[in-house]
């Protein structure tokens, strides 16, 4: 959910497009280099690729190569009917059922961030996270129950992966690879459009990106996003060639209830409710599947687990912000950081 901003400070917002709009900053004959951007809408969100160079036709070529990898990462890894996420879902407990080893290289390192999470990002959350539908107008908060009964479905350990073989011990047991596969799907875009000749250039995902090459001489720029005022920004910062930026946050897919509370996506594994510790996590690293995948599970680790894991594993930075609005942030990022929202403190770690 962050935004790429370019050096110009021109916010390069992801505009909800239908599919059947191309959007490209045209500059038909000129060789001087430009900006091309073209979006479509895919897994469920704004896919936006930005190219900055000046061979237009190459460029779209290499947009279009990128915009069916997403198609075909999509068709493996979402909820269709046929994908490996669905016949996982739909097996009996104990039935070996064979998937891609691109799903099942992100599964094992889902299960590799469960374990190292103490189970706070779980794919397993499935059977729980379903009872939290946003979308259900009025929505209704389930009761204690229901979610307990739920919860008796997650659990990671409940799934074992061999190779491209995986077997559940539980029938009841349903995976969702939203938390990081929207990530992994960045990253094969950066490399499929780096292999089609484009050196500089952005893949967003719903606002998580990662970036490669600069424009011009110059960084790309992201932004993060006021998580109670979506029209503002918080901060912008440059990222290196090949860094990605991800955030979670609980202000895009939720509801307000009837006791005014927020009930959103990002779910405690371990109590089966919304998590409560921020309302936004921003990280920073040099893969967009991790950074995806670490911003969900930050978020339900609260501030002193997630301190401790970048104490053991230093390899990104963070920028956490709680519900009263607090901010905490890697002191790495001292130098890196332009505050747009002055009012915001921020305690560096
Ligand atoms: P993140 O914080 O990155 O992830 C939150 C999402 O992760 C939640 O929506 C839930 O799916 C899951 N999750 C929640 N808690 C946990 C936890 N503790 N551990 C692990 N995972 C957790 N959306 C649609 O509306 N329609 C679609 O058809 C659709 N298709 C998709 C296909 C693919 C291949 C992918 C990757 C995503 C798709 N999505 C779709 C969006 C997806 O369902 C997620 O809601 C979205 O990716 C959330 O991304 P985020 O960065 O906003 O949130
Ligand atoms: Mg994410």
Redesign the pocket.
Known sequence: ?SVAVNKAGAVLHTFILTASIVLLLVCPACKRPELFREAKFQ???VVTLSAYGSDQAAIHEAFVRAFAEVER??AL???DPSSDVSRINDAAAGTAVTISPETAALIAT?LDLSLKSQG????S?APV?KLWDYKAQPFVVPDKETVAASLKNVGYKNLTLNGSSVIKTRDGLAI???????GY?IDSCVEVMRASGIEDGIVDA???IRVFGKKGNRNWVAAVRHPRDTSGLLMSFPLSPGEAC????DY??FAIAGDGKRYH?????RSGYP?DNFISVTVIGTSAMIA??R???F??MGLEQTKEFLRQTPDCEVILIDQQMRCYASSSLKKRIQLIDKSLLIEWF
């Open positions: 959910m897994i469920g969100t990462l999509g890894m979402g909820n889902a706070a990002f779980d794919i959350f996270g969702g690879l939203g938390a990081i596969a929207k799907i719903g606002g998580d991800a955030t979670s946050g895009e897919r996506h990002i779910i405690d594994p998590a995806d995948a911003a969900t599970a978020f339900v």
